[in-house]
């Protein structure tokens, strides 16, 4: 008698297709779940406070690809230069808060921003 050799195959995509389908419906639980905690607001995310806040490597993370490696202007004039700013701390920090133009809102959490502004203008 001689051994089918598709039937090793058959059975090997038959239990792929299982997990696979076993695994979306755990993950579809997992989903319901997460949107709960969000919803009740349980998260685990920490909001870094001023006192450790770092603003200069902030802005070589979040900055730079914008406004360029040394903070004087990029994206073809689109992005403006943060050397030498010559305007109020409070418009600096509304702009981090709100975002202006392409540059999204929110950048910077909560009080930090005041951080950040007093980062900015130092800057020359």
Known sequence: ??????????????????????????????KEEIA?????????????STE???????????C???HGGDLTGGMGGAA????????????IVDVLHNGVGAMPPNLVPGADAEVMADYILSLQ
């Open 64 to 66: 730079i690809g914008c």
């Open 1 to 30: 008698m001689s051994k089918n050799p598709v039937v090793p195959y058959f059975l090997i995509f038959a239990l792929g297709l299982g997990l696979i389908f076993f695994m979306s419906l755990y993950g579809l639980d997992q």
């Open 80 to 91: 403006p230069s943060l050397v030498g700013l010559d305007v109020p701390k409070e418009e």
């Open 36 to 48: 709960k905690q969000g919803e009740e607001g349980e998260g685990t995310e920490e909001v870094a």
């Open 52 to 62: 450790d806040f770092d603003a200069e490597a902030v802005a070589q993370q979040k």
